[in-house]
């Protein structure tokens, strides 16, 4: 195992550490147990604040997208391992600002169980608290790690998108019944051209044959719907579009959000390859593709692979996706 690490057990307190240095002007980050990261200006008094989080090795998610317009605060765990409930406590009392906070949570068991204490413990200290539930991976219905589907890409848009709305000021049952809107509306799939190697194991998450693909892949190496030998990409985004479509289902005429995302390994030039692919399979459709994101959003370590998922759009979710975002990994519509 060759890693840019100091020490297997370090990994997550010495990431934070540089995340301090790096963005300490906008950020206050907790590199010691329970480890949290929070907008330095938080809490925001009057408005609804949001809170996710998860197992550490797909960065930028969460901690990266901690700032105005999308986080308040993120909680990482260890790699691949669910965050504490105190620490999920500890996020949302230090984002409350009097008008409640939001749960964002990937469908993971682990984080389904420890972000349902924590928001009983937030409320039984008086802070009002709303979850939505990400479940968009159309591979599978249940996995290693889940009862129902993962909770995968749309995660990254549901922060955004909610976040946007928490800015405006909408109350706490809007920025959710928000948040909840895009789930409902989003789809992913993912696939993966090598495993990923955790710090602590050494030792590769699973094995693929250097002629093999892994379809339905999940972002901590769950295995798929199935292997098959290595094809161009279009057989790729053909793979992962047609039950993305299906599920849906997707239609002509429906307007859409494109997100083609990397799984940590994978060269920016493959991932535009892919969505030019996905874009002429949306032709097909007649769906139209009106906004994108194309890059390593939402990761697995070094694992090569990518992941898209189709959003529905509708003129609300549009401004919101829109609106300013200042975040160590997603910033637009900002001056300075």
């Known amino acids: 195992m060759k890693k840019l690490i100091n020490s297997p057990d370090a990994v997550v307190a010495d990431a934070l550490r540089g995340i301090e240095a790096a963005h300490g002007d906008r950020l206050r980050v907790q590199a010691e147990p329970p480890y949290l990261i929070v907008r330095k200006d938080a809490p925001v008094q009057g408005k609804v604040g949001l809170v996710s989080g998860g197992g550490s090795g797909h960065e930028p998610l969460h901690g990266g997208y901690v700032g105005p317009g999308m986080l308040d605060a993120a909680c990482p765990g260890e790699v691949f391992t669910s965050p504490t409930p105190d620490q999920m406590l500890a996020a949302t009392k230090a984002v409350d600002g009097g008008a409640g906070v939001v749960h964002i949570v990937k469908n993971y068991t682990g984080d389904v169980l420890n972000f349902e204490m924590a928001a009983e413990l937030a409320q039984a200290e008086g802070v009002e608290v709303e979850t939505v539930l990400t479940s968009d991976d159309v591979a599978v219905e249940d996995s290693l790690y889940t009862a129902g589907r993962r909770g995968v890409g749309v995660t990254v848009l ?28 989003g789809r992913s799939m993912g696939m993966a051209l090598t495993p990923c190697i955790t710090p602590a194991s050494g030792e590769p998450s699973f094995e693929l044959a250097d002629d093999e693909v892994e379809i339905g892949i999940g972002i901590h190496g769950e295995p798929g719907r ?28 429906d307007r859409v959000l494109a997100f083609i995302n990397g799984m940590g390994g994978t060269p920016l030039i493959e991932l535009y390859i892919v969505y030019a692919e996905v874009a002429k399979i949306a032709q097909q459709h007649g769906l139209a593709i009106e906004r994108n994101l194309v890059g390593n959003y939402i990761t697995s370590l070094e ?34």
Not at 170 to 178: D, K, T
Not at 235 to 253: H, K, W, Y
């Open 226 to 253: 199935h292997r098959e030998k290595v094809g161009p990409a279009s057989q790729v985004a053909e793979r992962l579009m047609t039950p993305i479509l299906n599920d849906l289902p997707f239609g002509s005429g």
């Open 158 to 185: 549901v922060e955004k998108i909610a976040g946007a709305a928490a800015d405006a000021g909408r109350s706490l049952q809007e920025v959710a019944e928000v948040g909840r809107r895009v789930s409902a509306n």
């Open 303 to 336: 694992m090569q692979g990518c992941s898209i998922t189709l959003l529905k759009l509708d003129d609300e979710l549009t401004h919101y996706w829109d609106s300013p975002v200042d975040t160590p990994a997603l910033r637009w519509g900002v001056s300075k």
